[in-house]
């Protein structure tokens, strides 16, 4: 049974005990800390939840919103949701933040408590420190029955999600319907199963091919939106020749997309493909993580802007994004950030916009894709072991390539020309994650192989334990 704790929010695995899994114990303790949190940071007592639709969600909603109205909070209840839209409704209800019941791309045995402030963003670092000093202190004086407080279900922010996304200037709803796209959706059934086929209707997309859109939380494969797991996808795709297939996680803030062909475009390459259709058409910025392909950098050059990279981590590349007026922004796992919108990952003005990009230039999937830079990721990972000196490992590692450029505002990323690694500890696993990216398959690997023969090198030295 696992439970962390971390940027990422409270995570952790169904069952058990407290303190080693996402119990109720652990859900009444951080929910209550969180709500005590919200009403001292913001001075308001009313927090929005949703929920997507894997199986534990009803059990942990009951949970989340029973320990809420005990320490007088109003809940606003969205029910089946997605985590954009949940971060749309906070700003909305002029709420003092928000809750979202999800593990994202986590397998079923999962679920966690995702913590927004006010502006219906990721909390920080700190404040989430501040929160989980809150739960330790368990100091928490629960309402009398006068002072409990209220929750009221609110179904309209599908709706409410979607006319925001059909009233954006760079949504082209005219030359989407005129495009006549065949759709083929894999929402391995979870909440996206609700919105991604609304969202395609309403954008006037008639033949759709819905794929595992039930959103009963029996996913029907790993729900990480990977090429191993959208075999199904890609079939449906081929088999009933479809310009494109589109694939989503369980909470609908990652975004991918499957060729015409039935290969894959590539989730790195869905935050290119977007950020490429915004610069045509409004000049500025651009953000993704030190993980994500070096094809936005490229893509932001040659279109005369700056390319700036942020620590993994969803608040980090929001802050970065305002840092630097950033005009899109994101992560290369399909994650899309449009702040004309909202500073949140959201599949849902992902897709709009890459099918007015799509339909405006006239291109099939595949073609778009081949004129994008060709770069290839390989991601790797270490499992870390009682003890272990990660930072210690990561300085041995700068040091013996000190000469290349290097960063370390989080973990160790190290360039070789247009070659890079990144070198860092996971915020949702116990594991260090190295990620390498050359322009092939055995480029990469080989990049990865040698900082990995490093590593053990280290290891065995043992000077690193």
């Known amino acids: 049974m696992t439970l962390i704790k971390s940027i990422s929010g409270i995570r952790g ?77 906070v700003t909305e209800e002029n709420a003092g933040g928000g809750i979202i019941i ?102 006037g997309v008639e033949t759709i091919h819905e794929l595992y859109c039930t959103p009963d939380g029996h996913f029907p494969h790993n729900p990480e939106p990977l090429p191993e797991n959208l075999v199904a996808l890609s079939q449906e795709v081929t088999s009933k020749k479809a310009d494109l297939g589109i694939a989503v996680d369980p909470d609908v803030d990652r975004l991918c997309f499957v060729c015409e062909d039935g290969n894959m475009f590539g989730e790195e390459y869905t935050l290119v493909a977007v950020a490429d259709y915004i610069l045509k058409h409004n000049k500025g910025n651009t953000v993704s993580n030190l993980s994500s392909t070096r ?26 994004m305002k840092e630097t007026n950033a005009v899109i922004g994101g992560e290369g796992n399909g994650g899309v950030i449009y702040p004309e919108l909202h500073y949140g990952r959201d599949a849902l003005v992902g897709i709009a916009l ?13 073609s778009l894709r081949s004129s994008y830079p060709e770069y ?31 960063s370390t505002i989080d973990g160790l990323k190290i360039e070789f020309d247009k070659e890079w690694v990144h070198l860092r500890r996971s915020n949702t696993e116990p594991i260090i994650r190295i990620y390498s990216e050359g322009n092939s398959e055995t480029v990469a690997n080989n990049l990865a192989g040698k900082i990995i023969s490093d590593i053990k090198e280290f290891l065995g030295e043992g000077t690193v334990n």
């Open 354 to 366: 890459f099918l007015t990009h799509l339909a405006q230039s006239g291109m099939t999937v595949s």
């Open 102 to 203: 999800t593990a994202s791309h986590n397998p079923r045995q999962w679920n966690a408590l995702k913590l927004l402030n006010s502006s219906g963003e990721f909390i920080s670092d700190q404040d989430g420190k501040e929160v989980l000093e809150l739960a330790e202190q368990a100091d928490i004086s629960f309402s009398e029955v006068n002072e409990l407080g209220t929750v009221t279900s609110d179904q309209s922010y599908l709706q409410k999600h979607i006319d925001k996304i059909l009233a954006l200037p760079l949504v082209d709803v005219e030359a989407i319907r005129k495009a006549k796209f065949k759709i083929a959706i894999d929402c391995v059934n979870s909440t996206g199963g609700i919105f991604v086929p609304a969202l395609l209707r309403a954008l």
């Open 13 to 89: 695995t169904i069952g058990g005990k407290p303190g080693d899994a996402l119990t109720p114990a652990d859900i009444l303790k951080f929910t209550s800390a969180f709500g005590k949190w919200i009403t001292l940071k913001s001075g308001k007592n009313k927090i929005v939840i949703g929920r997507d639709a894997r199986i534990s969600g009803e059990m942990v909603r009951n949970l989340v919103t029973g320990t809420l109205q005990s320490i007088g909070v109003d809940v606003i209840d969205l029910g089946l949701s997605t985590t954009p839209t949940v971060e749309i409704a």
């Open 295 to 320: 094809a936005l950098r490229d893509v932001s050059e040659r279109a005369g802007v700056s390319y700036n990279a942020s620590a993994v981590g969803e608040v980090n590349v929001v802050t970065k």
């Open 376 to 406: 290839f990721i390989s991601k790797n990972k270490i499992t870390l072991t009682p003890g272990m000196d990660i930072d210690g490992l990561l300085e041995k590692v700068r040091i013996k390539y000190q000469n290349q450029p290097h």
